[in-house]
């Protein structure tokens, strides 16, 4: 009995593995339903770089948020934070994402002496189980272009 119970758990993953496999090999994301199920605001990514950008400068980074809690979900506010580096600063808030609907979520980054910059926002929501979200942000900031070299 074992032995046929051993072959048939085998037959069935290696159906689901095939099955998965064809979706993603066609660009789908079969498990995209299996997150949102688990998490009611999802984040396209919780981390981004700036990567390299001269000091006196504002940077625009977004984020976009993803509703799937079934109910719209307020943004309510967020950690601004300022270092010797620069300020990250949340721009356009409160804001209100729709049932299943999407919303970028813009962050400026002001930045002032050169270095290594790795800091990170919590952005406040009315989402049960999921009431702070944080977003880094990360590059290396360099000096001001010298006099008659092209600024950004």
Same mark, same amino acid.
């Given at each position: 009995?074992?032995k &046929? $119970?051993?072959?048939?758990?085998?037959v069935l993953f290696s159906?689901?593995?095939l #099955?998965?496999g064809f979706?993603v090999a066609? @660009?789908?994301?079969?498990w995209e339903p299996?997150?949102a199920a688990r998490?009611p605001l999802?984040?396209?990514?919780?981390s981004?770089?700036f990567?390299?950008?001269?000091s006196?400068?504002? *940077?625009?980074i977004?984020?976009?948020?993803?509703?799937? +809690?079934?109910?719209?979900v307020?943004v309510?506010?967020?950690s601004?934070y300022c +270092?010797? &580096?620069?300020?990250?600063?949340a721009? @356009?808030?409160p804001?209100? #994402?729709a049932?299943e @609907?999407a919303?970028d979520v813009? *962050?400026?980054?002001?930045t002032r002496e050169?270095?290594?910059?790795?800091? +990170? *926002?919590?952005?406040?929501?009315?989402c049960? /189980?999921r009431g702070?979200l944080?977003?880094?942000?990360? /590059?290396e *900031?360099?000096? $001001?272009?010298?006099?008659?070299e092209?600024r950004?």
């Amino acid at each position: 009995m074992s032995k &046929w $119970l051993n072959v048939v758990s085998y037959v069935l993953f290696s159906l689901t593995a095939l #099955i998965i496999g064809f979706g993603v090999a066609r @660009g789908e994301r079969p498990w995209e339903p299996l997150i949102a199920a688990r998490d009611p605001l999802v984040l396209d990514a919780p981390s981004k770089s700036f990567g390299r950008e001269a000091s006196h400068q504002t *940077i625009p980074i977004t984020f976009t948020l993803t509703n799937h +809690s079934g109910r719209p979900v307020r943004v309510v506010g967020a950690s601004n934070y300022c +270092s010797r &580096w620069g300020c990250v600063v949340a721009q @356009g808030l409160p804001f209100e #994402i729709a049932a299943e @609907g999407a919303h970028d979520v813009t *962050i400026e980054l002001e930045t002032r002496e050169p270095g290594p910059f790795d800091q +990170s *926002i919590n952005v406040f929501t009315d989402c049960p /189980g999921r009431g702070e979200l944080t977003l880094r942000i990360t /590059g290396e *900031i360099t000096a $001001l272009p010298a006099e008659g070299e092209a600024r950004r």
